[in-house]
C-alpha cells in the first residue's frame, strides 16, 4: 500500500520518543522524549500520559521551541504531496526516496525544509503505524508527529502497507499516477 495523507487526530500518541541527541553529543531539548518526560514525572506516561501532557500549556510552549523540530510545514507538506502524486500506488518507499533526494523541487528548498520534506518520504524511517505485540497501535516517527501537531498540521503523509494497520477510511491516497 502506498503513502495516505493521513489525519494527525487519528494517530497514537508518542509511545518512547527517543532524545534525540545532537552531533556534538549534546541532549535534545525535546520536552516529551521520554528521558525528559521521566525526569518530568518520575515514571512512564504511557500514551495516556503523553496525550495528557500534549494538552498542558507549559508543555505546549517547550514543544513549540524544541530543537528536534525544524522546518516549516506549510513549505514541505504541500512539495511531498504534489511530488508523490505522480507515482503509482506500487511505489516503494526506496523508489520514492532515491527520486526524491534528486528532485528539483526538493533541491530548491532550504536546509530545514528540505530535511523535513525528506525525511516525511525516508525509504527506512517512514511514518508509520503498526500495532505492537500487546495490541497497542503506536508510530514510527514520532518526533515528525509531534512536530505536526505542535505546528498545527491537520495531516501527514502516513506510509502503509501489509504489515501496518490500514489506513482510515478518510485517508487520503497520496500516489495516483
Do not use: K
Not at 522524549?33 to 518530568?40: F, N, S, W
Not at 513549540?64 to 522546518?71: A, L, P, Q
Request: proline share 8%.
Amino acid at each position: 500500500m502506498p503513502y495516505y495523507l493521513t489525519s494527525v487526530a487519528d494517530l497514537p500518541h508518542p509511545h518512547t520518543m527517543g532524545e534525540r541527541p545532537h552531533p556534538d553529543g549534546t541532549r535534545s531539548n525535546c520536552p516529551l522524549a521520554l528521558e525528559a518526560v521521566i525526569r518530568t514525572l518520575g515514571h512512564h506516561p504511557g500514551q495516556d500520559g503523553y496525550r495528557t501532557l500534549f494538552a498542558r500549556e507549559d508543555i505546549a510552549e517547550r514543544r513549540r521551541s524544541c530543537d528536534v523540530h525544524s522546518g516549516d510545514w506549510t513549505v514541505a507538506l504541500p512539495t511531498v504531496t504534489a511530488f508523490l502524486e505522480p507515482f503509482p500506488a506500487s511505489a516503494d518507499t526506496a523508489t520514492i526516496a532515491s527520486a526524491a533526494r534528486i528532485h528539483p523541487s526538493f533541491a530548491a528548498l532550504d536546509p530545514a525544509d528540505r530535511r523535513l520534506a525528506l525525511a516525511l518520504l525516508s525509504y527506512s524511517d517512514s511514518l508509520r503505524v503498526y500495532v505492537n505485540g500487546h495490541g497497542h497501535r503506536e508510530t514510527i516517527g514520532q518526533h515528525r508527529i509531534c512536530w505536526a501537531r505542535t505546528a498545527g498540521i491537520t495531516a501527514v503523509p502516513m506510509w502503509f502497507d501489509a504489515t501496518t494497520v490500514a489506513p482510515p477510511r478518510d485517508a487520503v491516497l497520496l500516489q495516483r499516477g
